[in-house]
């Protein structure tokens, strides 16, 4: 690990800008380089390993090939690229205002996908599972969406390659979020709240309890019998699948180049939200394969309390939905029917974690805590008034790890441990959860 005190001459001071020539050109797999492998997902009725054949009818090839390959690095197409240069490569910023007023010895570096179109670190797998359904000539996309950060960069996706997108946002933030699903209604999407009267799975949750706040697993369900009843679509999932944190990697391979540019070799901690599990991925894994070389950062994953897969949840097979149409996957979960309470971080509303994070967690190469919505919350107001931005929801919990973390270290500025932070999106059309903080309403 390095001191600033003596950095180098061209070490940025606030922010480090990689140019768009060092944008990576190549995905990161992770299981290419795990000493154990992943169990496999499993057919639901047959319970044997899938097979492609098992999710063509979900999936284009490209993804299905992604979602088992062993091949270290995956090419990122120059289509794809293309339209990431509308953000990336992200900034990564050193918080000092931050660490002042902490009154830390920590260094503290934030990774901000914020920049992105929507607002958030969704885009970066969203242009690319879009691309890759044009190709195969699909020409309806089926999702859910929690905040509804996934549903609007699926949205944002689909109209750059010409791609109905039809979204199931969990009813309890289709109501509390209205602004996401008028950004998913801009980009050209329809929005129902979850779950529906529209599908078999939505009618039988509501016959059970009409006033449900529904959840990702439900509305999962609902995007998932719609893609499987019509020829013509595919369904695409945000996160928790393989080829999804495959996408994400582009996040931690930019932050490593960055942390150079800062005199950094390692740093001592990353934080990161984990709901599903592919922002935590994204900036994670590639921290761990420089783990795994020998590097020595501890990655800490931050749930909700009011929904800790891997801090209190069973590492077992599990259905990804409430219906049980999805393959079973061996993750850590709360359990199929596991509705967590309305939070406001709705992308953190997820009864399981993705099972790539899930078998990594269990191979001791990254630990999980949880924290409480008022403590997360608490951190990101705090965040703000130092760095100015208002961070998402989900990203407070990420946050609120890392403060607890530098508030342990004082002595002199910039003499203790490196923090990196992912700050996985703004909370800018989140303001009426900050209102109900400030006002104390939060439960």
């Given at each position: 690990m390095t001191s600033d005190a003596a950095p180098p001459v061209t070490a940025p001071l606030v922010?480090?800008?990689?140019?768009?020539?060092?944008?990576?050109?190549?995905?990161?797999?992770?299981?290419?380089?795990?000493?154990?492998?992943?169990?496999?997902?499993?057919?639901?009725?047959?319970?044997?390993?899938?097979?492609?054949?098992?999710l063509a009818p979900l999936f284009p090839m490209a993804l299905i090939e992604q979602e088992v390959t062993a091949e270290r690095y995956v090419e990122i197409p120059e289509e794809v690229r293309e339209i990431?240069?509308?953000?990336?490569?992200?900034?990564?910023?050193?918080?000092?205002?931050?660490?002042?007023?902490?009154?830390?010895?920590?260094?503290?570096?934030?990774?901000?996908?914020?920049?992105?179109?929507?607002?958030?670190h969704k885009p970066n797998t969203a242009v690319a599972q879009a691309y890759y359904n044009a190709a195969e000539g699909i020409t309806k996309l089926t999702t859910e969406t929690g905040a509804g950060q996934w549903g609007a960069s699926l949205a944002f996706a689909g109209q750059a390659f010409g791609i109905e997108v039809e979204v199931w946002q969990v009813k309890a933030?289709?109501?509390?979020?209205?602004?996401?699903?008028?950004?998913?209604?801009?980009?050209?999407?329809?929005?129902?709240?979850?779950?529906?009267?529209?599908?078999?799975?939505?009618?039988?949750?509501?016959?059970?309890?009409p006033r449900t706040p529904g959840s990702l697993g439900m509305a999962v369900s609902e995007a998932v019998e719609v893609a499987a009843g019509d020829p013509e679509?595919?369904?695409?999932?945000?996160?928790?699948?393989?080829?999804?944190?495959?996408?994400?990697?582009?996040?931690?391979?930019?932050?490593?180049?960055?942390?150079?540019?800062?005199?950094?070799?390692?740093?001592?901690?990353?934080?990161?939200?984990?709901?599903?599990?592919?922002?935590?991925?994204?900036?994670?894994?590639?921290?761990?394969?420089?783990?795994?070389?020998?590097?020595?950062?501890?990655?800490v994953a931050v749930e909700p309390s009011a929904c800790p897969s891997m801090t209190e949840g069973e590492f077992r097979y599990d259905h990804g939905d409430v219906a049980g149409l999805t393959p079973l996957m061996k993750m850590y979960t709360l359990g199929q029917d596991f509705v967590p309470d309305p939070i406001h971080s709705g992308g953190l509303r997820y009864h399981g974690m993705a099972p790539l994070v899930s078998h990594v967690k269990h191979l001791g190469l990254l630990d999980s805590i949880a924290v409480e919505q008022n403590v997360a919350f608490a951190a990101g107001v705090e965040f703000a008034k130092a760095e100015g931005i208002v961070p998402a929801p989900e990203s407070?919990?990420?946050?609120?790890?890392?403060?607890?973390?530098?508030?342990?270290?004082?002595?002199?500025?910039?003499?203790?441990?490196?923090?990196?932070?992912g700050l996985s999106g703004h909370g800018f059309l989140d303001l009426p959860a900050y209102e109900s903080y400030v006002r104390g309403e939060l439960g």
């Open positions: 922010k480090a800008l990689l140019p768009e020539s060092e944008m990576p050109t190549h995905w990161y797999n992770i299981q290419a380089d795990l000493p154990e492998p992943m169990a496999p997902h499993l057919h639901p009725g047959t319970k044997e390993p899938l097979g492609p054949e098992d990431y240069r509308l953000w990336r490569p992200s900034p990564l910023i050193r918080a000092r205002r931050l660490e002042k007023a902490l009154g830390t010895s920590a260094r503290i570096f934030y990774k901000y996908e914020g920049t992105s179109p929507v607002g958030s933030s289709f109501e509390s979020k209205p602004y996401r699903r008028m950004l998913m209604e801009t980009f050209g999407a329809s929005v129902h709240p979850s779950p529906s009267d529209l599908t078999e799975a939505g009618r039988s949750f509501l016959a059970k309890d679509a595919r369904y695409s999932l945000g996160s928790v699948l393989n080829h999804v944190c495959l996408h994400q990697t582009i996040i931690g391979e930019e932050a490593l180049k960055q942390l150079e540019m800062f005199g950094e070799t390692a740093p001592d901690y990353v934080f990161g939200c984990a709901g599903g599990g592919s922002n935590l991925a994204g900036l994670a894994f590639p921290f761990i394969r420089e783990n795994l070389a020998g590097a020595r950062t501890r990655i407070t919990h990420a946050l609120a790890g890392a403060l607890d973390e530098a508030r342990r270290h004082t002595g002199e500025a910039g003499t203790g441990p490196s923090i990196v932070i």
